[in-house]
């Protein structure tokens, strides 16, 4: 018979590396215990137009729709402006599901309006705020949140900024082509 004398050194090894795996994984889950699961995300950009232009085109159905980036959807076309206290639907590619994004409040200077992507997800706040620079307008949107994914949000909070930020950045620059190439 043939002795293995490397075999409880392997085991050794691996109950080594099976341990420090477990510390690892505890570790990150108590770290997540103590870190934020809400985020703020801001992009801005200029567009050149007037304030007024800028607020009077942004939320027209026709160009709601064609502006706004959603991820694998879109948001529902619809006749007219949206107003305060109304809602347009977000709808999907890949699901049935249905988010909503309802509008709070609008002005030349300030719009609010609430997204809730799917149902059973945290509505998500968002503001953009029109101001007159030289050149045009600057447009910022800033959104503020809160992640319910478990244990995993307080680590997608810190990638939010990433994540979101991008859509908020193709949405700007696709609101700025569309009211550039309108106002020429």
Known sequence: MV???SHPAALYKLRKVTRITA???LLLVVVGFFMPTDYRVERSVVINASKAK???EMLKGDRLAQWMFIQDGRLSSFDGVLGGGDSVFITYESTSDQ???SLISASESVVRFDVRPKPK????????LLSEVEGGT?????????????????YLALFANDIAGNNFER???QLKM???????
Do not use: M
């Open 3 to 5: 002795g293995n004398s």
């Open 23 to 25: 510390l690892v994984i």
């Open 54 to 56: 800028v607020y009077e």
């Open 99 to 101: 988010g909503v994004l």
């Open 121 to 128: 997800i945290n509505l998500v706040h968002n503001q953009i």
């Open 138 to 154: 600057l447009v910022n949107w800033i959104i503020d949140g809160d992640l319910s994914a478990g244990l995993l949000s307080p």
């Open 171 to 173: 949405s700007l620059n």
């Open 178 to 184: 569309l009211i550039e190439r309108q106002n020429q």
